[in-house]
């Protein structure tokens, strides 16, 4: 089992097979707006982009220790004052362990995917990998019963 699951982690993080494409936005969006979005697309991030580089990311996160139970005029206030700057960003070839030990390091659950000039791919979610690593040891699981 060991082996199995080195030889996971050491797949790229595109095997992961088709994901939720990222839901972006600028950095002028209202937070009104923002949350509206995450909430009608069901989703937990929002990506900033401005001329289509990755400047921020907007997560469910935010929403509550940002904003929660704070006097903000949602309707006015700015994405980009709330958001988190700089987020760390993997190419599709990073490793799915690797993608793991930042998202520990940096204590957060999802992570923006960009190809080699830094244009957006994809979100991926702890929740994404984890389904993706207990899909496969629960179908080997049920191979060898």
Not at 90 to 111: A, P, S, W
Request: net charge positive.
């Amino acid at each position: 089992m060991k082996h199995q699951l080195k030889e996971l982690l050491d797949r790229s993080i595109s095997d992961l097979g088709e994901t939720k494409r990222a839901v972006h936005c600028e950095s002028e969006l209202s937070l009104s707006n923002a949350i509206n979005t995450l909430k009608s697309n069901k989703i937990g991030s929002l990506v900033v982009v401005e001329n289509s580089r990755v400047v921020g990311i907007f997560t469910e996160r935010d929403v509550l220790m940002k904003c929660a139970l704070q006097d903000i005029p949602l309707g006015t206030a700015k994405i980009c004052d709330y958001m988190t700057k700089n987020p760390v960003c993997v190419q599709r070839f990073e490793t799915i362990g690797n993608v793991l030990l930042k998202m520990q390091d940096g204590k957060f659950r999802h992570i923006i995917i960009v190809d080699s000039y830094g244009n957006l791919e994809k979100v991926v979610s702890l929740r994404e990998i984890m389904d993706y690593l207990m899909g496969f040891f629960i179908t080997s699981a049920s191979k060898a019963a």
